[in-house]
């Protein structure tokens, strides 16, 4: 037998698979638990900071759409609608109103000052307030006037210029104003400020500007500064534009309902909330800051985007949005550029904004990865420190393993070569040793069942080999006088049949038919005593009584005939047998020798069988006189008239035993045929 792999080997290889499996579903549960709360506390901060904006954004609203209801109906609005003549009065009285309330709120309260004082005739510069700086100053309350314009029923804009302009009065052109307008993108939106003439509610629109060109500020392409109404104007090169906030507010003429046209105020669309997202990324991993903007036709807005990051963001966003708006928040991981994201996108504005607004954070994963892949490193060489001291115990516990199971090995090759009385030192009282005592104990009834096997050499019937194992049968020499009932069976004219055939043709012959002949006394609880040549005998009743051995021993010499005449059927040499059956008192028990037994019946009785077996014709059964009583009334026999046998000084009274199940005018034969 080729040999396969030690149980050393098997063991150390079993436990280096299992620490190393062990270590990485560890290591694999680990980084998805950190990846999790890595997500699980930025995504929560996330959402509160959206709800944070969501609830600027929407007070913010009301403020804007209250504002511009007030200001809608200012005779100053009204005089431009209908086409008066410019009214310096109306002009400063308007931008006194407009101011103060933006102002307050702005939580400057008492403190609000006018534009316009009634003893001046020029602007008070000292109420300007804080010079405006688009870039830095975006958070001052003057960036939050915004621009301002009206839009008759024609479609004519007319620009609302502020005091704020190059010439302290009242500008005729609009000044610095119209440049500033052009920030707001008017062109862009002026489609859907027409379809807002359609109807009498204010709307709120955000838009998107075009990308802030020197030239538009009167900033020339080659500075960097420049000064508009005295007050400071920085510029970065490559700035992202704001997004633009516009509300809508139908004038109608107080006097006759008629719907004048639209006053329109456009500011940054960025709230305090906003602003403290990005506020927010200072407090990030300098190298991996959370990166926040607008997503508004098709591209996303932020200040604090590089262009190149902030189109690669946009095409995601497009991507992940498609064409039908979604009003509920989402998450989106993948790469972003070389670089792995997470991107948070939730809704600003309702689904039916002619361009629906999003805010986005992405949020760098390389940190999260970072941390991982140590986490790897130091979790891998913790399980190698891990894998070596199991690798070491696991050789320490196989090789006192191995120890006694070579010991039973060699016992099991002792064994299989016949040295039965071959047996293991137990070592210990665990499983080990108890397989040791196991051994032994298979070993000693191993010895025991060799003996049986010898003994089991000296008998030819399994019943006798079966009460030899038991110890029910006596061994020693002699036996007990016992009521028996013997059958003899031979083949008719055995001699004649055989002569020309092979005796290997003979052999299998006999064989085949002993063995079919041997299963049927057996099942009629019989002891098959010994072959003769063609015959065999058979006793019932000789170890253990069955009951009416008599009534066994003629049922299984019918049984014998039918099946023989069935084989016969399938032979090209039929075999005719006869049958003969005796019963009375014989001595059974073990005949023979002292090293060779054998289990059989002697007595009269027992040559009385032999004989009428002889005398019985091919293919019936005779019986003896004892033999029919103890068979009872309900047996069919046939008279034959006196034998004298061999062996025998008187004559014998003998039966021709009939089948019921062949015997028309037998009652069992009558009751198969009416079923």
Known sequence: MKKGTRFQTKLLLTMVV???AVTMALLAATERKIREAYTRQFEGEFQELMDHMVESRKARAEESLTLGSTLASDPYIL?????????????????????TTIRKSTELGSAAKPVFNENDEKVLRSSRGPRINLVSGIDSWINRIGAIATMDTQGEVTLIPDPFSKNENMPKNGGTQHNRWRRFNYDLAREEIEVFMKDDSQHILYIAPDPVQPSTLGVSSAGLKAKASGNKLELRRNQTPIVQEMISTPVTDPETGEMLGLFLRGTSAETDAQRFIERYQSTMDSKDPLKSGIYLNGEVLSRSLDHKFASELAQVVEAIIGEEYREDRFRWEGEIGSMRHAVYIAPLTDADTPWPAFEVAAFSLTKLNSDLAELRIRGSGIGLIVLLFSALMAWLLSRNLSIPLRELVRGTKAIREGTLGYRVEVRSRDE???????FNEMAEDLKQKDLYRDLLGKVSDETVAQALVSGSLDLELGGELKNVSVLFCDIRGFTAMTEHMDPTQVIEMVNSHMTAMTQIVQTHFGVVD???????????GGLKSYGNDAANAAACALQMIRVRKELNREVEIPVDIGVGVATGEAIAGCM????RLNFTVLGARVNLAARLCDAASAMTAVIDLDTLEALGDNTTAEALPDLELKGFSQTWTAFHLKDPASDPDSPERKAVMAD
């Open 592 to 595: 023979g020798s002292t090293d």
């Open 530 to 540: 010994k072959f003769v040549g063609d015959e065999i005998m058979a006793v019932f």
């Open 432 to 438: 080990i040793g108890e397989l040791a005592s196991a």
């Open 79 to 99: 005089s431009i609608l209908r086409g008066d003549e410019d009214d310096e009065q109306l002009w400063r009285e308007f931008w006194n109103v407009y101011v």
């Open 18 to 20: 299992m620490v190393t």
